[in-house]
């Protein structure tokens, strides 16, 4: 099911299975590896790194996240697979969109509503830069750039500059402008925009999981 290849792929595979059974396995169920191996490849991690190292890195990273805080695995795992398509080709990382869920899940954000609005959340910012910029009150040609040199830190950049307008009093009015006025992107993004230290700490967390491996 994973594409998997040749005597050394397969004996990478069941060394990394093996290990992430016993330290997942009882919190993600019988699809972890199968879930993890499909984001491994999904970001090109398995090419940049090997399968195996790939496969531990997100691992290590899930259970990092979920051993530090009230975030839970299987959030973790479900959000990272529902919006890994659309983060990836956006340029994020692993780490990036898992210290996004962790922080969703420890502020109970329903994890459905929470993927679905991050993905309205990229896809607006990639098709309507001009206008979510506009919106928030940054400077168009800034923001542009930003985005296409680094999506997470203009994200990040986004979230602060709605939280400037004060709390969801302030937010509602401007994402109803820009017509993202969906009960669950209204709580994701002040979720997020009241958050963006505890955002920015935890993907920093999450990138050192990751590399350790």
Request: hydrophobic share 45%; glycine share 10%.
């Amino acid at each position: 099911r994973l594409g998997i290849q040749g005597k050394q792929a397969v004996l990478d595979f069941v060394q990394a299975a093996d290990l992430i059974n016993i330290a997942l396995g009882e919190d993600l169920g019988e699809d972890a590896v199968k879930n993890i191996g499909k984001l491994a490849d999904v970001f090109g991690d398995s090419h940049r790194l090997g399968l195996k190292q790939a496969m531990l890195s997100t691992a290590s990273t899930i259970n990092e996240l979920a051993q530090s805080s009230s975030a839970s695995e299987p959030y973790l795992m479900e959000f990272a697979s529902r919006l890994g398509g659309v983060g990836a080709s956006a340029g994020m990382t692993q780490a990036q969109l898992l210290g996004i869920a962790s922080v969703m899940d420890q502020n109970k954000v329903n994890v459905e509503k929470g993927a679905t609005a991050m993905q309205n959340i990229l896809n607006a910012l990639f098709a309507d830069t001009a206008k979510m910029a506009k919106g928030a009150g940054l400077d168009v040609q800034q923001f542009t750039a930003l985005l296409k040199k680094d999506a997470n830190e203009a994200l990040l950049t986004f979230l602060e500059a709605l939280n400037s307008k004060g709390g969801m009093d302030g937010i509602a009015p401007v994402l109803k402008e820009l017509g993202m006025s969906g009960a669950g992107v209204t709580q994701t993004l002040t979720t997020l925009a009241a958050r963006t230290d505890q955002l920015r700490s935890t993907q920093e967390q999450a990138a050192a999981a990751f590399a350790a491996g």
